[in-house]
């Protein structure tokens, strides 16, 4: 079993940074793919970047260039550091662990408001 707990939202001035983290207990494998979700009010959760197997990370068109994915398999956390913040990026942030076998693991959120 895993637990996910995400921190770091907050609210931030369109072009600002903020660096979400998401600490996992229980055990976390080299293999499984980490990523971080997000759900704007109003619309359906949306993936934003993934970090599988050897650092490989990938990014929504939305966020590339701006976001960075990165994750500490030794300390089982994983981080989102946003930087250039827009209004649009204004979500509840997810944390998520697929593991090979197929199980999926979920946080609970963290809120980001980006203010104009």
């Known amino acids: 079993q895993v637990q996910l707990v995400e921190s770091g939202g907050g609210l931030v001035q369109a072009g600002g940074s903020l660096r979400l983290s998401c600490a996992a207990s229980?055990?976390?494998?080299?293999?499984?793919?980490m990523g971080w979700y997000r759900q704007a009010p109003g619309k359906q959760r949306e993936w934003v970047a993934i970090i599988i197997i050897g650092g490989s990370a990938k990014y929504a068109d939305s966020v590339k260039g701006r976001f960075t994915i990165s994750r500490d398999n030794a300390k089982n956390v994983m981080y989102l550091q946003m930087n250039s913040l827009k209004p649009e990026d204004t979500a509840v942030y997810y944390c998520n662990v697929l593991r090979s076998n197929g199980m999926n693991y979920w946080g609970k959120g963290t809120l980001v408001t980006v203010s104009s």
């Open positions: 229980g055990s976390i494998f080299s293999n499984d793919a």
